[in-house]
């Protein structure tokens, strides 16, 4: 896995449907990144990551 996953900027005033994808991906990048080679992300730490992106979602609103 060379390729390093990289989510796309959120527009100045975007949709709720492209506020939603956003935080999709940013949950993809998480996973991506935070995993180790033998295992997958910790789902505490993900879970934690989770409700940050979406209260700043939310906030932003």
Not at 5 to 12: A, G, K
Not at 22 to 43: P, T
Request: aromatic share 10%; glycine share 4%; hydrophobic share 40%.
């Amino acid at each position: 896995m060379s390729e390093e996953f990289e989510v796309p900027e959120l527009s100045d005033d975007p949709t709720p449907d492209e506020r939603a994808e956003f935080v999709i991906l940013r949950f993809e990048q998480f996973i991506r990144d935070g995993r180790k080679v033998a295992e997958g992300m910790s789902f505490n730490i993900w879970q934690s990551m989770a409700k940050t992106e979406i209260a700043i979602a939310i906030s932003e609103t």
